[in-house]
């Protein structure tokens, strides 16, 4: 079983939709990031969260560090917002330890 | 400012051979990780460099080695390339230790024959 498991693995939306992406550890950690990675590879970080909340545009973070899961929500969804979408957390060392990502698709 | 810059994008090795990918750190940032992205996977960890020295370490083969100079910037070394080794070779900056965010370079596309 890995130590971060993402859902759903593949997710189609039409434009305008509320999208959600799950992510649970097993792993103690120290933060937790949300990245995004559109096909040329380059990867984006978009949020790092250690508790509680954070917000940027139409992207939502959460996390309950006492479930052990964060998810990852976009509203009103727009095609650009297509790419990978991965998780990864940051243990008791500094390395990060990723989820294997969701393929977002969303189609106007 | 530039970000975290990886050279080169794209490259094709044949089995056996070494290669060399390089990567300069975001301005300021003392920290470089190098991760390995197979294609469909997560990247995965390879090792972390802190004031020259390697921090930390994945579950990779010797074969793959790294450096940081003074200037912070990096290069990872692969030797006796398998196809396997076929993959996006990811480098990442922070400055310090790990309550910092993370910028990721564009990637290096290594493609092994």
């Known amino acids: 079983k890995n130590e971060v498991e993402q859902s759903p693995q593949n997710l189609t939306a039409q434009e305008g939709e509320f999208i959600t992406i799950n992510c649970s550890y097993s792993?103690?950690?120290?933060?937790l990031h949300w990245l995004q990675q559109h096909p040329g590879g380059g990867i984006v970080s978009l949020f790092m969260?250690?508790?509680g909340k954070k917000k940027h545009g139409r992207l939502i973070a959460t996390i309950n560090i006492q479930e052990k899961h964060s998810s990852l929500h976009i509203t009103a969804s727009h095609p650009r917002d297509s790419a990978v979408y991965i998780c990864?957390?940051?243990?008791?060392?500094?390395?990060?330890?990723f989820g294997t990502g969701t393929r977002l698709q969303v189609f106007p | 400012d530039a970000g975290v810059t990886q050279s080169p994008t794209h490259l094709i090795k044949t089995r056996g051979q070494q290669v060399t990918l390089r990567c300069s750190p975001k301005?300021?940032?003392?920290?470089v990780s190098w991760y390995q992205q197979a294609l469909g996977q997560g990247p995965q960890f390879i090792f972390q460099?802190?004031?020259?020295?390697?921090?930390q370490r994945g579950n990779f083969p010797d074969r793959f080695s790294g450096h940081q100079f003074p200037n912070y910037s990096s290069e990872l070394n692969v030797n006796a390339l398998l196809l396997g080794d076929s993959a996006l070779y990811l480098c990442?900056?922070?400055?310090?230790?790990?309550?910092?965010?993370?910028?990721f370079g564009e990637g290096s596309w290594l493609t092994v024959v």
């Open positions: 990442a900056s922070s400055l310090g230790h790990s309550g910092n965010t993370i910028y």
């Open positions: 792993v103690g950690i120290s933060a």
């Open positions: 969260l250690s508790s």
């Open positions: 990864a957390v940051r243990g008791g060392t500094d390395k990060l330890i």
């Open positions: 301005s300021g940032h003392d920290t």
């Open positions: 460099y802190y004031e020259e020295e390697e921090r």
